[in-house]
């Protein structure tokens, strides 16, 4: 019956299994190289492409096997109609120029050019083609069934397992990889701040509180004038109070309750003392996406940072935690303004005290922060001594003078910056 086929009829099945290899082939490569991301999004939106795509690549070895049922059986039936062809226009010589010309051509369009063309459009692709495999894979379900058994059994003789689940969930690194290659799909500011929340696991309370000895607070062992003045006169909403030493914390208070009493002179010791809320006590070390939660589940918004002893080692906010993620805020401000003084020829004068992170963080300089918390600390460790005032050497880049300088500290220091390196006046 084949010999008595016309050459045409022929060549034109020809095509269709070298149409059918690509299809196999380009399919293939679409599907595995789809955005799974991407795809779970266009499922949840109902687009059925997308779900049908999704449930085949739930078990990639089927689907894999299905394809490669077909593209094999193409590929041999090309093959074969080939040696015909051959046979029939120039004997058994043409039989080898056949196979070679067979061969050239499958490469280019029926593998190649088709796998290119899914790697640049996976999704034009795939998604149609799920329209096509969904019923060919439960027409052939047995056959494929039989081949991944037989599959499976070899690769564990050789040690192998096929993984259970997709695999497919990512890391935080690797999520902030994601958001950082986005490109002009996320605003940079909106990149950063994701990538901030990401980093909350890695810091700890104690790289942003208010250190302990710049805590802003009330001491009722302090005249009562003097306490008062502390009260009215405070940027904040908030303030510990203590009696003689600030380990001998007696609550905190909402200043904005003691106003009017203020303003008409009636407050007294025993009413501000009535108005204090308990103290929030939470152990260094906590890391900054736990106290978050913490502090929305007590609705508290301040807590005083403790060491294993129980002293107060600082004071940190829900504002210092979303400053972490979306810069300043604009509103209560930590950081006194004199610990950074700009100078002529882009040298500020800055208070070696001031949090690396702060620093960093107003002035966009890039000190390590994995290390100590403050640029006194900083150089101290890099040095090993105490300079005297005077001395200038380069700290990670930076050029630095020594300016001021107390007994077993350092307390102001100038900073050359580089050009582009600050974004505020």
């Not at 003789?157 to 996320?186: F, H, N, Q, W, Y």
């Not at 380069?394 to 974004?423: F, K, Q």
Request: aromatic residues 6%.
């Amino acid at each position: 019956m084949i010999e008595s086929t016309p050459l045409g009829v022929l060549f034109a099945i020809l095509g269709g299994l070298l149409l059918l290899s690509a299809f196999f082939s380009g399919t293939e490569t679409a599907l595995m190289t789809l955005n799974r991301y991407r795809l779970r999004h266009l499922a949840r939106t109902g687009h059925r492409g997308a779900r049908i795509a999704e449930r085949l690549l739930r078990r990639p070895d089927r689907l894999i096997g299905c394809i490669l049922l077909g593209n094999n059986l193409v590929n041999i039936a090309a093959a074969s109609l080939t040696t015909l062809l051959s046979l029939r226009l120039g004997g058994e010589s043409a039989v080898a120029a056949g196979t070679l010309i067979l061969t050239v051509v499958i490469l280019i369009f029926a593998e190649v050019a088709p796998k290119t063309m899914a790697a640049l459009y996976p999704q034009r692709l795939a998604l149609p083609a799920a329209f096509i495999y969904w019923p060919l894979l439960k027409l052939t379900y047995p056959i494929v069934w039989t081949l991944n058994l037989i599959a499976n059994g070899v690769l564990r003789l050789l040690g192998m397992r096929p993984p259970s689940g997709a695999g497919d969930a990512l890391s935080s690194e690797e999520l902030k990889t994601v958001v950082a290659e986005a490109g002009a799909m996320i605003p940079r500011r909106h990149q950063r701040m994701l990538i901030s929340i990401l980093d909350l696991e890695k810091i700890a309370v104690d790289d942003v509180m208010v250190p302990r000895a710049e805590v802003e607070g009330v001491d009722l062992a302090d005249p009562w004038e003097d306490v008062v003045a502390d009260v009215r006169d405070s940027r904040h909403s908030w303030l510990p109070v203590w009696r003689d030493d600030i380990d001998n914390i007696i609550g905190l208070l909402h200043v904005r309750t003691v106003i009017a009493q203020l303003t008409t002179g009636r407050l007294d010791e025993q009413g501000l003392i009535a108005r204090l809320d308990d103290p929030y006590f939470i152990p260094e070390g906590t890391s900054l996406n736990k106290q978050l939660v913490n502090f929305q589940r007590s609705r508290l918004r301040i807590a005083l940072v403790v060491d294993e002893y129980g002293d107060v080692q600082g004071l940190v906010t829900m504002e210092d935690i979303l400053r972490e993620i979306v810069g300043e805020l604009g509103t209560e401000q930590t950081v006194p303004d004199d610990q950074v003084t700009r100078e002529a020829d882009d040298c500020y004068l800055v208070s070696a005290a001031m949090s690396l992170r702060t620093l960093n963080r107003l002035m966009n300089w890039r000190f390590p922060t994995d290390g100590p918390r403050t640029l006194n600390g900083l150089i101290l460790e890099r040095l090993e001594t105490i300079p005297p005032s005077g001395s200038t050497f380069e700290l990670v880049g930076y050029p630095v003078e020594i300016v001021d300088t107390a007994e077993h500290s350092i307390r102001t220091v100038r900073v050359r910056a580089e050009p582009g390196d600050v974004h505020i006046p």
